[in-house]
Structures are given as C-alpha cells and as structure tokens.
C-alpha cells in the first residue's frame, strides 16, 4: 500500500501532449478515477504509472520513492488491461500465478496460493481451464486475480468493465468496490463511464486534452463543476447549458436568455468584481433540479414540449428553449402528460443554478 | 434452360478439374506403385507380384544410404533449426522494436531471398565459401541454405509475432518478468505454430535442394539424397527406372512425416492470429 504522486508530469508522442503538466496526489488505500472522453490521455496517465511510459518530464513518486525512471517490475503494481491481456496457451491457474513464476515461487506454493485467490474471486473451479475456455466476466476476474495475487502496492485498471455486457458489468462494478475495500490498497481506475466513477471512486480526477481539469469527491465534482466541461461530463443525462447574458445595474443583477429573464437576488453579491455588465455567460441546470409547471414563475424557463421519454422511475422531458434543448429528470410513478409542441415550464431554487464564464470557467 | 446450363457448366468444369488432377496425380501413383515393381517402367502399372527386391538393391548402395539418412538429414536439419531460431528472433525484434523503416527491411528481405540462392549468385557464394574455408563441409550447405531461407522465414514469422497483442507482454512486464522471460513464456509459445510451419518449410526446401550441395560439396562421403540419386544411374546418364523410385519414395518419407507431425500437432497455417 503506498500513495502515488504526480509533479508536473508531462508525455509527449512527438508533437502530441498527451499528458500535459499533470500534478496530483493519491494517498495511501485511495480509490481514485481518471475520467475523461477518449483520447483525454487516461490510459496514457496509467502507464505513466505502470512505467509502461517514461515521462517526458516531471516526476513520479510512489509511496516514498521516486519511480519516473524504474522499470514496471520494481514498481510493485498490479494492473488489470481492457483486454484482461490473459494468455491463451496458460491454464487459468498458470495465468493467475505468473507473477509469482516470475518471482521464482515453486509450483506447489503457486498452486495454494492460486487457489486462495481463486476462491476469494469466486473462480476456484475453472483454474485448470483456459482463458478460451471461460466467460468474459470471468476473463475479467482472472484478470484482478493476477494482478492481487503479489500484493502489490497499488492497482491499475484501465477500463476493465468495457468489454462486458450492461447486466453483468454493474455486477462487476460492486465486486470491485467491495475488493477494494477489503484490501484497503491504493486503486487508481481509468474509465470513460461517469457513472462507473461515480460509483467506485473515493475521488475522481477529470481529464480533458491531457490535462487534469478536476479532482475532488464525485459529489464535489458533481455539485460544483470546476468547468462547464466537467460539468457536461457528468451527470445523464448531463447538466442544461444555456447561453444568457448579464444585465447588472447597481441594485440588481439579471440574466437574460432567449426565453426568459432571471433575476439574481442575493447571488449578485457573488458576482461582484468577477463579472461586468453586458457580458455573455453560461447558466447551468442539472437536469433533476427542474420541476414542470404550466405557469410561469420568477425562477423558471419557458420552452416548447420537444419529447417526452418515460424511463419508469422517472421521465425525461426535453423542452424546446429557443434554440436549445432543455431536459429535466421528472420523477414520479406517472410520467407528465403534455403534448408535444405545447407551451411549459420549467421550475428551478435559485441556489441550484450554476454559472459559468464564457470561457468555461465556474463563479464561484 | 437455366438448370441445364448450370449442369452443363458443373459438368464441363468437373471434367476439366478431373483432367488438371489426374495430370497431377499420376507421378504420384507412380511414386506408389513402382517401387514395389520388379519391372517397373515410366508407365503407371499396378505390379502382378508386388516385391521389395528394389529397395534391397538400393540398400546395398551405402553411398546413397548414407547421403539420405546421415547427409540429408544433417544439412537439412542444421538448417531447419538454425532458420527457425533465427527468424523468430529477428521477427520478434521487427516487430517489437523501435526501428524506424523497420517495415522497409522486413519487404526488402523477402526480395532478397530469391536473390541470394539464385542461381546468379552461386559464383559469388562459392568464392565466399571458398574464402571462409567452408567448402566441401556441412556447415558451408547449412550457412548457405539458411541465408537464402531467413528472409522469407523472417517474413513469416513477422506475422505471427505481429498477431500478439502488446498488452500481453506490458502485462508481463508489469507481472515482473525480465524481456528475455517475456520472450520465452509468452511469445514463443504463442507463436509456435509458425514456427513449425517455418521448420518444416525450412526442411523440405534444403531436404529437396540440388544446386548448392552439388557446387560446394567435393567428396561423395558427404553429398545429401538430392544429388546421390544420379548414383542409380547408368553409366550412359539413363536413370535405372526401379531404383530410382524406391530411393525417391524412402526420400519422400521423412518430409510426409515431419508434416503430419505438424499438422496434427500445430495445424498448418502460414498466418498469426491467436487461437484461444
Ligand atoms: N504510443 C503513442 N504514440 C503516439 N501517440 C499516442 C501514443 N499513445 C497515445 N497517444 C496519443 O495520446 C493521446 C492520449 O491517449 P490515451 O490513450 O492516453 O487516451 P485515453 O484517454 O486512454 O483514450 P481512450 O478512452 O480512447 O482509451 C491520444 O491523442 C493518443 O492518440
Ligand atoms: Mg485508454
């Protein structure tokens, strides 16, 4: 068990950043996920790790010691690949022991041990079968299982759920939660499925374009978007953004968009100094935070009803705003009756509207 | 109409197919029936009385005996194994290491390949074998065999080893394993089957070779099957018919064998891809 440590770590392929000037800190037993959209440079940030990749620069640290230049066997890592990367021509036992092959432990030794493993993972049956042999999510728990078996110091996964299908892939998600948990080791998981971070991690760091935008708790990085980026990414379906403009005179501050009109009452107080006059902003609204109502209010959009899609538990209604589209989660054992082109509302507490730069960037 | 045009298409090409396969197929009857013929001649005959008195005629023959089962099987095998080792070691570096235009070396070997044992070049690689004191030796054949086989021997190899996916050998690296252990526990074992396939083509190619033994090999001691067959020939240069086919069919054993030992044991094919 050991934290992990990023300064100013950079990987560039030629003129690709793939990472950029990333710096982070994991502590010891933390399960964090690296979240971004494909080619953000997650899997790039685990090799860095795994010192599959050399940094081009910056420094790597895990537990008390500098790794940037070891070689991935003196790292003390286990590392579970998308492709579960099992070898076809090794039993099941032989694939989970490998590692300790490698490290010279006799055959009866791996043998026990493999058991062991095997039966915490649930797969002590088919230890004498081939990966060809066996279903994908038990491919996947071969995989874990090799990657425990010398308790290491710190897992890697990178997107380990993405090659099973919906059922068996939210299974495999409490299993890894419970496992990591009962091992209490230092987990860091790449994933592109805000939903799989959400669940699993202690802290999620998002990725765009190399770099790390923000880490903090899901919830924090859920409730408080640092970028209207982050705040698109997580969330399904993802929050609301509508372009308004400020109207700030001395008493009052309002935002105005194409349908609608908000004014800010205390909020101003936020704005002062970060915002002028006239400039055009970025409202955000989480899709759960919008109620439907048939008349106007002073905290509420108007729009035309575009769809409506019942999803059992709740409904997703999309209004036609303007130019853009507005979806709520509506919660309820009956989906809202409305047809569509018809005139609605949707409802919101003012605390829950989120503001952002044109830039992208949060007020506070 | 449609249907006795389609029958008479399968017809005329049955017929045709028939006509290239017996064409084909009659040396090989021959191969099977003259031997075991007293009397054999050039025409496929079914022998009245089938004896082996021709392969003990060839036995006596111990210069033909050794060439097959000593020279033959030195020169033939040194080579396999030489080839073998070579070309998956050489795939493996093609194919994993950084080398830049290392797609351009792999294309250009294989044009080569047919440039080094050509015929054109026996001049040349007979003075250098001469210079290197190789001549009239084992080793000279085997060294001249595998240089002209690597190349496409490599090519081949390039593809099975190309087929393994890198997350094998990252995830083996990660496990702790040191290149050298990666290389013999992941990737040999994956790419055997291509690497039989290159022995046994390896084999068969300098088992069945002429040309280079017959120019760099002097004394009769050490001349392999392919040439000590003209020692059943006459004086005036025409092939004594029966003992010829008893010594071409105990010279085609050895290959049908190595071939179905292989294509039972690896199944034969010349193209990677992971069977799990
Ligand atoms: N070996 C390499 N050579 C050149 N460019 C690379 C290499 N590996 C990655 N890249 C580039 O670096 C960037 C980040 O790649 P990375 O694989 O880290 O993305 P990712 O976030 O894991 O994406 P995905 O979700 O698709 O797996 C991409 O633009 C990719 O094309
Ligand atoms: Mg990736």
């Known amino acids: 068990m050991a934290s992990v440590t990023f300064e100013g770590v950079s990987k560039h392929f030629g003129s690709v950043k793939a990472v950029h000037d990333v710096s982070f800190s994991i502590s010891d037993g933390e399960f964090v996920c690296l979240l971004g959209p494909s080619g953000c440079g997650k899997t790039t940030t685990l090799r860095l790790i795994a010192g599959l990749e050399q940094a081009t620069s910056g420094r790597i640290d895990i537990g008390d010691r500098e790794v940037t230049y070891l070689n991935p066997k003196d790292r003390d890592i286990g590392m579970v690949f998308q492709d579960y990367a099992l070898y076809p021509h090794m039993t099941i036992a032989d694939n989970i022991t490998y590692p300790l092959k490698v490290r010279g432990l006799g055959a009866a030794a791996r043998r026990k041990r493999a058991e062991e493993v095997a039966t915490s993972l649930q797969i002590a049956n088919l230890l004498d079968r081939r990966p060809g042999q066996i279903s994908g999510g038990q491919q996947q728990r071969t995989s874990v299982a090799r990657a425990v078996v010398h308790k290491p110091q710190v897992f890697l996964f990178d997107e380990p759920l993405s090659n099973l299908d919906a059922k068996l892939r939210l299974e495999a998600r409490s299993f890894l939660k419970h496992l990591q948990q009962e091992l209490g080791v230092t987990a860091i998981y790449v994933t592109h499925d805000q939903a799989e971070a959400m669940a699993l991690a202690d802290r999620i760091a998002v990725m765009e ?91 509420s959009i108007a729009g035309e009803v575009y769809a409506i899609e019942p999803l059992g538990p709740e409904a997703l209604v999309t209004l036609k705003v303007g130019d853009s589209l507005v979806t709520a989660r509506i919660f309820g054992d009956e989906p809202p009756k409305a047809n569509v082109g018809e005139k609605a509302y949707l409802l919101f507490e003012p605390e829950r509207l989120h503001l952002f730069k044109a830039s992208g960037e949060r007020i506070p | 109409m449609r249907l006795v045009r389609y029958t008479l298409a399968r017809i005329v090409f049955y017929v045709t197919a028939s006509l290239f396969a017996s064409f084909f197929t009659l040396p090989l009857l021959w191969l099977a029936f003259a031997p075991f013929n007293e009397k054999a001649a050039l025409s496929v005959t079914v022998p009245d009385s089938p004896s082996l008195a021709n ?32 070309a998956t070691l050489a795939a493996y570096a093609l194919s994993r290491a950084n080398i830049r235009g290392k797609d351009l070396i792999s294309y250009g070997l294989v044009l080569f390949s047919s440039v080094v044992t050509g015929t054109a070049a026996m001049v040349p690689i007979f003075l250098l074998i001469f210079r290197l004191g190789l001549i009239n030796t084992h080793l000279g054949v085997i060294l001249v065999f595998s240089g002209g086989l690597l190349p496409a021997a490599i090519f081949i190899m390039r593809d099975f080893v190309d087929s393994i996916p890198r997350s094998y050998e990252e995830s083996a690296l990660v496990a702790g394993a040191s290149p050298w252990r990666i290389f013999m526990d992941i990737a040999v074992p994956i790419v055997r089957p291509g690497m039989m396939v290159v022995a046994v083509w390896a084999f068969v190619n300098v088992w069945g070779g002429f040309l280079i033994p017959f120019i760099l090999l002097r004394s009769p001691e050490k001349m392999p099957a392919a040439v000590a067959i003209y020692s059943f020939y006459t004086e005036a240069g025409t092939p004594i018919i029966t003992l010829t086919a008893a010594y071409s069919l105990l010279y085609t054993i050895p290959v049908l064998i190595l071939y179905l030992f292989v294509n039972w044991r690896y199944g034969f094919r010349f193209f990677g891809g992971i069977k799990s």
């Open chain 1, 209 to 299: 374009g190399g770099r790390v935008v923000q880490m903090g708790p899901p919830l924090e990085v859920y409730r408080q978007p640092a970028t209207t980026f982050v705040a698109n990414f997580l969330g399904s379906p993802p929050m609301n953004l509508l372009r308004v403009r400020l109207e700030l005179t001395k008493q009052q501050a309002m935002l105005v968009g194409e349908t609608f009109r908000l004014q800010l009452p205390q909020i101003s107080e936020r704005l002062k100094g970060v915002v002028s006059e006239g400039e055009a902003l970025i409202a955000g609204l989480r899709p759960e935070h919008l109620h439907m109502a048939n008349d106007s209010d002073s905290w």
């Open chain 2, 55 to 86: 392969f003990g005629q060839v036995f006596k023959n111990t210069f033909a005996v050794r060439a097959l089962f000593q020279n033959s099987a030195i020169q033939a095998l040194g080579a396999m194994l030489i080839v073998t080792l070579f």
